[in-house]
Nanobody
Framework: QVQLVESGGGWVQAGGSLRLSCEASGRTISRSTVGWFRQAPGKEREFVAATFRSYGRTYYGDSVKGRFTLSRDNAKNTVDLEMNNLKPEDTAVYYC???????????????????WGQGTQVTVSS
């Protein structure tokens, strides 16, 4: 069973940057699909970015494309999310999720992922 722990959240002013990290333990996630989702109060959980288990390709939600960058470090068993030019609307709890058998068409569906971290709060002030 894999355990996921997010870190790196915090408070930042609009235009600033944060780097979130998702660290896995229990087994390797190097061959898994790993995604980042976020949820703001009163809103649905939203797809942010993911790295698919095959091909190593990354995918981004439209609202973060060009500002966020996802990277995988297999030696550390981590997947990081670099967030630049943050906006107040990026404020949310950010979660990482993992699934070793996810199919590509399910990449953006949070219900398709088997394992989740506890989340880390990101607050962006205007």
């Amino acid at each position: 069973q894999v355990q996921l722990v997010e870190s790196g959240g915090g408070w930042v002013q609009a235009g600033g940057s944060l780097r979130l990290s998702c660290e896995a333990s229990g087994r390797t996630i190097s061959r898994s699909t790993v995604g980042w989702f976020r949820q703001a109060p009163g809103k649905e959980r939203e797809f942010v970015a993911a790295t698919f288990r095959s091909y190593g390709r990354t995918y981004y939600g439209d609202s973060v494309k060009g500002r966020f960058t996802l990277s995988r470090d297999n030696a550390k068993n981590t997947v990081d999310l670099e967030m630049n030019n943050l906006k107040p609307e990026d404020t949310a709890v950010y979660y990482c999720a993992e699934d070793p058998n996810l199919i590509l068409s399910d990449l953006r569906r949070h219900s398709a992922y088997d394992h989740w971290g506890q989340g880390t709060q990101v607050t962006v002030s205007s």
